[in-house]
Antibody
């Protein structure tokens, strides 16, 4: 079945960077946008942005512009989220999600989430 | 950006109860409104898209309605596995905003 598998949990010190991966399987990777969603401890879902795996085009939520970069490698069906200049406020679970687009748009498949802990 | 609110923020209910959660947006999103369920420690799961279309495999006790700025998610007869947090999401604009969530717990 369609699946998104994310990289494992990571711990970083403040100021460091981190790249999270999201590997797609059982569907045409370039046919569907990938979105990234953040969930801080005990908090709700926060949309971060999307990447079009076909063209590499991205769109980021204003809050995350300049601090995150979304990329992809179509040869291995993988999307990436790079987090820069990490602070303790970036401690969260990060999810990737595939977006279906048939008149309406919705996230039909989610990765299992990657826990990022930022601590000195 | 589209601002979203949900009410209530939490509710307590019993197995077999009918539950209704509302979602409101500060501008019309037509029917570009989705609902997700998130159980503790799990990734969100799609329930409803396009305001009222049930995702394949989702039990028919879940239902969605609304258009414009006012939407609702109903659970006809609450089951033990339905105790979770529910989020609405708009997909009318390029920013796919989520509502703050409604937690349904056991009375």
């Amino acid at each position: 079945q369609v699946q998104l598998v994310q990289s494992r949990a990571a711990v970083r010190k403040p100021g460091a960077s981190l790249r999270i991966s999201c590997k797609a399987s059982k569907y045409t990777f370039t046919g569907y946008f990938i979105h990234w969603v953040r969930q801080a401890p005990g908090q709700g879902l926060e949309w971060m942005g999307w990447i079009d795996p076909n063209t590499g085009r991205t769109d980021y939520a204003q809050k995350f512009q300049g601090s995150v970069t979304m990329t992809r490698d179509t040869s291995i069906n993988t999307a990436y989220l790079e987090l820069n200049s990490l602070t303790s406020d970036d401690t969260a679970i990060y999810y990737c999600a595939r977006e279906m687009n048939v008149i309406h748009n919705w996230f039909d498949t989610w990765g299992q989430g990657t826990l990022v802990t930022v601590s000195s | 950006d589209v601002q979203m609110t949900q009410s209530p923020s939490s509710l307590s209910a019993s197995v077999g109860d009918r539950v209704t959660i509302t979602c409101r947006t500060n501008q019309s999103v037509n029917t570009y409104l989705n609902w997700y369920q998130q159980r503790p420690g799990k990734a969100p799961k799609l329930l409803i898209y396009g305001a009222s279309t049930l995702q394949s495999g989702v039990p028919s006790r879940f239902g969605g309605s609304g258009s414009g700025t006012d939407f609702s998610l109903s659970i006809a007869s609450l089951q033990p596995e339905d105790f979770a947090t529910y989020y609405c999401q708009q997909s009318f604009t390029d920013s796919r905003t989520f509502g703050p969530g409604t937690t349904v717990d056991i009375k």
